[in-house]
């Protein structure tokens, strides 16, 4: 950091300043500024009442007090924080090349705010721009060109939504299709397929193994591993839905009890099973 420290600089801050506060430094110039007198008495030249009190003190705290408002006051000014030394960097002696930087970027600053000043990068000057509140209204209906433009689009060569697309690479050497409705190998083929052989949806097939030594079946014949419907029948089945009814002695009436009376009708006496 020291090797940075630029004499020329110095030179020129130190003219600069003297010139400024009409003090004289002397040939010690960060010694000079240790004590933070002379840099209160800058500031307030460049933005008077900037510093209140500028202690006179030999005390250290007081010293430290002055380049603490110091700093304080030049951030108000203008100076970026980035910009701005540490108290300790010019009062220990640890590193003058950022407080030369510092008084560099503030002599910036009072040259752009007006000061006289013979060195240093002058900031550019604040361009306000104002613009008419009708005009930007009507710019909220205008596609500008940076958004992209949709002139000479057209949808030739488009496709249904969903619709599968070739990729055509040139550099492959690949022949360009001739339309999207073409099918190619790499999807696959039907030619030559047929039906044959095909069950309806949901019909199981004979799994064939010659290695078992199985009898080859068909589709149509229902083994008896599948279970079989000989013999079945509809006897005693019921609508769909219906309920049926279930049997029980100790409930239902004796079948034995029921007798034709001499009319051909069944006797009123009806007897029931106690279920005790």
């Known amino acids: 950091l020291a090797s940075k420290y630029d004499p020329q600089r110095e030179a020129e801050l ?33 933005q008077p009442g900037s510093v209140k009190k500028i202690n006179e003190s030999t005390q250290n705290w007081h010293q430290l007090e002055n380049i603490g408002n110091f700093i304080k006051a030049i951030t108000d000014y203008g100076v970026k924080q980035h910009d701005i030394f540490e108290a300790n960097d010019l009062f220990e002696n640890t590193n003058l090349t950022q407080v030369q930087s510092t008084l560099l970027t503030l002599a910036s600053v009072a040259m752009a705010r007006g000061a006289k ?22 710019g909220r209906n205008i596609i500008g060109l940076q958004m992209g433009t949709n002139k000479f689009a057209s949808q030739k060569g488009m ?43 949901g019909t199981k097939r004979q799994i064939f193994d010659q290695k078992l030594g199985n009898d080859q079946c068909d589709t149509q014949t229902i083994p008896l591993q599948m279970g079989t419907n000989k013999g079945a029948s509809q006897q005693g089945m019921t609508v769909y839905g219906l309920p049926r009814q279930v049997y ?29």
Request: proline share 3%; hydrophobic share 25%.
């Open 248 to 276: 029980d002695a100790k409930y239902c009436l004796d079948s034995n009890v029921y007798q034709l009376g001499e009319d051909g009708h069944y006797d009123n006496d009806h007897q029931y099973y106690n279920s005790e």
């Open 117 to 138: 000043v013979d060195f240093g990068v002058k900031y550019a000057d604040r361009q306000e721009r104002k613009f008419n509140p009708q005009k930007l209204k009507e």
């Open 14 to 46: 130190k003219e600069w300043i003297e010139r400024t506060t009409g003090r004289n430094i002397g040939n010690k110039f960060m010694e000079s500024l240790k004590d933070g007198v002379i840099l209160c008495e800058l500031i307030n030249k460049l």
């Open 159 to 201: 496709t249904s939504y969903g619709t599968r697309r070739h990729l055509y690479d040139p550099k492959l050497g690949n022949e360009q299709p001739v339309d999207t409705s073409t099918i190619s190998l790499q999807m696959g083929t039907n030619k030559g397929a047929s039906q044959a052989g095909m069950t309806a949806p």
